[in-house]
């Protein structure tokens, strides 16, 4: 069998405040296989931004032990971090996070640049990313020049530009509409069918739903591990007009 995307052991993370202890993660252990989606709620500082970071190789854990496909990775030194972030992780976060004065095309080849591929081949695979998520004819328009959806599908194409195993995204919605915020998950829900595995922070239960497991956070600590028997399907909920999108 295949090893899992995600494996977590009892992974726990302090931070100091002077002499306080502040206990993000109390010894949290979780198992995400490949393909799945699933979403991860809780209130603020219950943990989930924290457990986040680490499954995204952006911190560490104080204790315990990250596998990321059968691999431990809890104890890497930043530059390890740093290549299996570029090389095997995408993020989309809650504020897009582009580059103002670069143009759509140029923000999703950023992840490229570090890479030995020639820069034609650059442009194709950031052009194609685009056109995935429908953005192919906005490819030379700069961020300011485009919706708040337009600029997170170029942040999900820049995510999705090295072929990550992984998609992380943090609260992606949280700053949309709501046929927005829709279409959005429409995406993901695309990419998913696709073979991603998908993580996804949210404050918002509706769109949860859209996810196939939902993990519930309290005080540093999983409390719940929901399976959602019928997720909802965006393109249906997109199809079925203005009634359907405030109810769905």
Known sequence: MAEPVIETQDIAKDYWLGAHVVHALRGVSVTIEAGELVAVMGPSGSGKSTLMSILG???????????????????LDDDALARIRNAKIGFVFQQFNLMPRMSALANVELPLVY??????????????????????????????QLSGGQQQRVAIARALVNEPILFLADEPTGNLDTRTSVEIMAILQALNRSGITIML???????????RRILHFRDGE???????????????VLAGGARTLKQP
């Not at 190789?57 to 104890?75: F, I, K, M, N, Q």
């Open 222 to 236: 999983l409390v719940e591990d929901e399976p959602v028997p019928a997720p909802i399907d965006a393109r249906a």
């Open 115 to 144: 890479s030995d591929r020639p820069a034609a081949e650059q442009r194709r695979a950031a052009l194609a990313k685009l056109e995935a998520v429908g953005l192919g004819d906005r490819a030379n328009h700069r961020p300011a």
């Open 57 to 75: 190789c952006l911190d560490t854990p104080t204790a315990g032990r990250y596998l990321l496909e059968g691999h431990d990775v809890s104890r």
């Open 201 to 211: 922070v949210t404050h918002e239960q509706d769109i949860a739903r859209y996810a």
